[in-house]
């Protein structure tokens, strides 16, 4: 291999402006960190829901459920992330059309975080509603018969024991937003896959780049792996052997 | 108490509750028993509503189970239930799930509700077991919690839907007792069970059930003495020689 070696480069200044490469790369790992996280966090909470709306007894209310899973995980995330950022604003009404496409602050990020977010949540809705159909049923109707009502049966009983038993599948789940997010590039936010093309085409040390790159998701992913355990740790319920039913 | 009067449930086309009346006086003990499969389950489950009857009318304290304009949470607040497999909320202490419904529906106090609790584990016998997990417990101490549970709510009757038939034999005793000593105070109880010891004790009458019919509903003494039916006799002669 021919390959002129220089691992000092990230230190270099970048060819136009007075920021060094690593400056590039740590506004990408804080962009990445920002999508991941925000979408992360609307993801749980609208998978949680529409999981849970998929285990009731209504059938409107399933229905909408899978119709939400299906809608979000038949598209490729790059197509959606397109549709998102190029398709969705031209259907608003004419005064949000016209604010989202000139006016909205942050509009590449909050597209691909509301994008990652809602694609993440059919996923853990799917996980959610298959832990919740693995608790035994008389789990429900002991909750009922002392007078809960439904959503207090799945806030107090249903939902805390059906998370524990997703934790394992969330967990990929948190790992792969970390990994997803780095379709956000194609609609230009300013995240780490995209500070890597940057970074190779001006420094033209590619090999440097994408090692380094590499790296750093490989430690958000781990880190979310490794955190996701601390909280199965901290929520094992003594004595608990999983009984299905 | 509980008033059942004509009900019938369907499953799309197999009928499991075939036109099934009886009833449960105040203060009185009543056993259900029948093979498996005969709708004990179902019916105990239409009386606190956990199940929906296509025909027919429950009231519990003239209250109607199934007017669509019913309180159900409300009804059952009252209804304690025991079930076959415990139910115990296993991510919960015992004093927690004692506690939960007191507070989350009948409105008590955390303090209010744990007293209440502690009282009804030592009456179980179970009073140094409250801060332990149910996968901590044996199958027996895990119903006399549920039980435990049930009466936490101040119920107006108790159904119970097999309570001894997932307990291993040494385990059965124990939770035969507290029943008998409930049914001794004067509760109103409907119990699913095949215990005839204990439905010769404690209950006023016994209802057997076969293919969703009740088939007798007779003053204890008479159904183990002279059953009616040969259905009945053949059970009998099943469960009482195994
Ligand atoms: N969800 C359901 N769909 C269809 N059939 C059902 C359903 N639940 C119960 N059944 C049927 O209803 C009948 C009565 O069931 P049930 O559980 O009430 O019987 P049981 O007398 O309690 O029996 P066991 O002694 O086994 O508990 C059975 O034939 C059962 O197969
Ligand atoms: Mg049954």
Same mark, same amino acid.
């Given at each position: ?26 506004? $990408? ?5 920002? #999508? ?27 229905? @909408? ?5 299906? @809608? ?15 398709? #969705?604003?031209?259907? !608003? ?6 604010? #989202? ?54 806030? +107090? ?31 230009? =936010? @300013?995240?780490?896959?995209? +500070? ?30 490794? $955190? ?8 094992? =319920? ?8 | ?86 139910? !115990? ?5 015992? @004093? ?27 009456? #179980? $016998? ?117």
């Amino acid at each position: 291999m021919n390959y002129h070696w220089n691992w000092g480069i990230f230190l270099e200044p970048v060819k136009s402006g007075d920021e060094t490469y690593l400056d590039w790369l740590i506004t $990408g790992l804080g962009w990445t960190l920002a #999508v991941s996280l925000t979408a992360w966090l609307l993801a749980l909470t609208i998978g949680i829901a529409v999981g849970a709306l998929r285990t009731t007894p209504s059938r409107l209310l399933v229905g @909408l459920g899978n119709v939400w899973v299906e @809608l979000f995980r038949n598209v490729p995330l790059l197509v959606q992330m397109f549709l998102w950022f190029f398709v #969705v604003p031209e259907f !608003l009404p004419r005064d949000w059309s016209l604010w #989202v496409k000139q006016e909205m602050p942050a509009k590449e990020f909050v597209t691909a975080a509301i994008c990652l977010g809602l694609f993440t949540s059919a996923r853990i809705a799917e996980q959610v509603r298959a832990g919740v159909g693995s608790l035994p049923r008389g789990q429900r109707d002991a909750a009922l018969a002392l007078g809960l009502t439904l959503p207090q049966a799945y806030r +107090q009983v249903i939902l805390p024991q059906a998370l524990r038993i997703v934790i394992p599948p969330l967990t990929s789940e948190f790992m792969n937003v970390f990994k997803n997010s780095s379709v956000a590039f194609a609609i230009g =936010v @300013l995240e780490l896959t995209f +500070q890597a093309r940057q970074m190779q085409e001006d420094s033209e040390q590619g090999i440097e780049t994408y090692l380094a790159v590499t790296l750093l998701y490989f430690i958000c992913a781990f880190t979310a792996n490794r $955190g996701m355990a601390w909280i199965e740790a901290r929520t094992r =319920v003594p004595g608990l052997i999983a009984r299905s039913g | 108490m509980i008033e059942i009067r004509n009900v019938s449930k369907w499953y799309g086309h197999t009928q499991v509750l075939a036109n099934a009346s009886t009833h449960v006086a105040k203060g009185e003990v009543v056993v259900v028993c029948g093979p498996s499969g005969s709708g004990k389950s179902t019916l105990i489950k239409c009386v606190n509503g956990l199940e929906a009857f296509t025909q027919g009318t429950i009231t519990v304290d003239g209250i109607s189970v199934g007017d669509p304009k019913t309180d159900l949470p409300k009804l059952r607040a009252r209804v304690g239930m025991v079930f076959q497999h415990f139910e !115990l909320f296993p991510h919960m202490n015992v @004093l927690q799930n004692l506690a939960l419904a007191q507070v989350k529906v009948l409105g008590r106090s955390q303090e209010e509700a744990a007293t209440r609790g502690e009282a009804l584990l030592d009456r #179980v $016998g179970l009073r140094a077991h409250a801060a332990k997990f149910p996968g901590q417990l044996s199958g027996g101490q895990q119903q006399r919690v549920a039980i435990a549970r049930a009466l936490a709510m101040d119920p107006i009757c108790m159904l119970f839907d097999e309570p001894t038939s997932a307990l291993d034999p040494e385990m059965i005793g124990e939770v035969l007792d507290v029943m008998v000593e409930l049914a001794q105070e004067g509760m109103t109880m409907m119990c699913v069970t095949h215990e005839m010891g204990f439905a010769r004790r404690v209950a006023r009458r016994v209802v057997f059930m076969d293919h969703g019919e009740i088939v007798e509903d007779a003053p204890t003494g008479a159904f183990f003495d002279a059953p009616a039916s040969a259905r009945a006799k053949a059970f009998l002669s099943r469960i009482l020689h195994h």
